[in-house]
């Protein structure tokens, strides 16, 4: 399995934060951000992993990040000069993923570091695997509609959302993600959505649905934010 992280995004809810520092850079208590992904990708056993990136921030990222060593982490980098979606950067990685399954980790996500994904990892097999949280404020995020445990859609960003959960930014797909990811129109806002691609798995009955119990944010307002660096703050007292 290889890994990509998805690390691209402008940032735009953090400003003016991210007019001076990219947001996957941005400080979670006493590290960066993208910091975080690496470290948990690192303790799956996965070795390969493909970083995401705009062009304004190549150089430093080589400087932070490098070859990935100091992680035990093989790390390259894909530069996205034209964000079109979660779905769309997963297929600009197609000849680096061919005949792997891949997991997708967006940058901005934070979790505790009592959420162990590693069996996830080791007991994939195919289709997809996908994680929810209980949330306050669904209706930011990707939402499943139930039937128990069991995953009947996805809906993204619902003005009236079907449950209290949350599509969190971590995903494990098998090798026919880019296939499918070929077959996706664009939403309405122009993007290639993850959830549209969860939905072919789902609606394949091959989707495997994992409930959170510890910390996440997903770090992409000043709230969210704030909330991930105290929980390591006071992690760390």
């Avoid at 690390?7 to 960066?32: D, Y």
């Avoid at 690192?42 to 990136?53: L, N």
């Avoid at 979606?85 to 997963?90: D, K, L, T, V």
């Amino acid at each position: 399995m290889k890994a990509i992280i998805l690390a691209g995004g402008n940032g735009t809810r953090l400003r003016p934060l991210t007019n001076c520092l990219h947001k996957s850079i941005l400080p979670i208590f006493n590290k960066p951000m993208i910091f975080y992904s690496l470290e948990a990708i690192a303790k799956t056993g996965i070795k390969d992993v493909i970083i995401i990136i705009s062009p304004i921030v190549v150089s430093t990222y080589l400087k932070l990040v490098g070859s990935g060593a100091r992680f035990g982490l093989n790390v390259s980098f894909k530069v996205q000069e034209n964000p079109m979606g979660i779905s769309h950067a997963i297929l600009e990685c197609e000849s680096e993923i061919k005949g792997h399954n891949v997991l997708v980790y967006l940058s901005d996500n934070i979790f505790g570091p009592d959420f162990d994904f590693s069996p996830a990892v080791a007991n994939f097999n195919e289709g997809c695997e996908l994680f929810f949280k209980k949330v306050p404020d669904p209706q930011r995020f990707g939402v499943p509609t139930l039937d128990g445990s069991k995953v009947l859609k996805i809906t993204e960003k619902p003005e009236n959302p079907d449950s209290d959960y949350a599509c969190v930014g971590l995903y494990i797909f098998d090798t026919k993600a880019c296939e499918y990811i070929k077959t996706l129109e664009p939403s309405a806002r122009g993007e290639y959505e993850v959830t549209d691609l969860n939905n072919i798995y789902i609606q394949d009955g091959a989707a495997k649905a994992n409930f959170l119990d510890a910390f996440w944010s997903d770090a992409g307002t000043h709230d969210s934010l704030h909330e991930a660096n105290e929980y390591f703050y006071n992690l760390n007292k």
